[in-house]
């Protein structure tokens, strides 16, 4: 079965229990049905791949992107969307290389998603709403700033996707706005 974003939200909250996990899930999401509109891609689908992506993080660290198929097929998930939540940690930690537009996208968007609520957390309105590309090409360049994000592996998502730095950060932020109350990252009253 391809997952409905319910059945897939029910899925992750079975096996993802922090909230910080969650939004991380969310924000992918975002980003992924921001790049399927924008592709005239089925904007669901992308969007559960999203949401799963990290299924397995929370439960089998050591092991993630190996351990989501076992879940996602006791799930009974499609094969399609397993092979696309696994292939995103291609040559970080499995060797399951993404093999289309949407395998691509959720390879680039995955670890940019973290950097870019990072840099919304230290803005004075602590959201993504007033969020420019300048401002997270800034950050993406300081390497002490959010130093657990791969910037290699942004690098190489951009290069499979075929699209500049600056587009992929753009596309990030505004699929992120999409998602922003959700996330906590909306404009504060």
Not at 50 to 62: K, W
Not at 108 to 123: F, Q
Not at 153 to 165: A, D, F, H, P, W
């Amino acid at each position: 079965m391809i997952p409905t974003r319910e059945q897939a939200w029910g899925i992750l909250t079975k096996y993802v229990t922090t909230d910080s996990q969650r939004k991380h899930g969310m924000a992918v999401e975002a980003a992924m049905r921001y790049f399927a509109r924008k592709a005239g891609q089925d904007e669901e689908l992308w969007g559960v791949v999203g949401l799963l992506h990290d299924v397995d993080y929370e439960l089998y660290p050591e092991e993630h992107c190996l351990r989501a198929r076992e879940i996602l097929q006791k799930e009974g998930v499609d094969e399609g969307v397993i092979h696309a939540v696994q292939s995103h940690g291609y040559e970080i930690c499995c060797d399951i290389a993404p093999e289309n537009d949407m395998e691509r996208t959720l390879f680039a968007v995955d670890e940019l998603t973290g950097l870019v609520t990072a840099a919304a957390i230290l803005r004075p309105s602590h959201s993504v709403m007033d969020m420019e590309v300048k401002f997270v090409k800034k950050k993406f360049k300081d390497r002490h700033f959010a130093a657990g994000c791969n910037r290699d592996v942004i690098r190489r998502g951009v290069e499979r996707m075929g699209i500049s730095l600056d587009e992929l950060m753009e596309g990030v932020i505004l699929g992120m706005r999409d998602a922003a109350d959700a996330l906590g990252l909306g404009m504060q009253a």
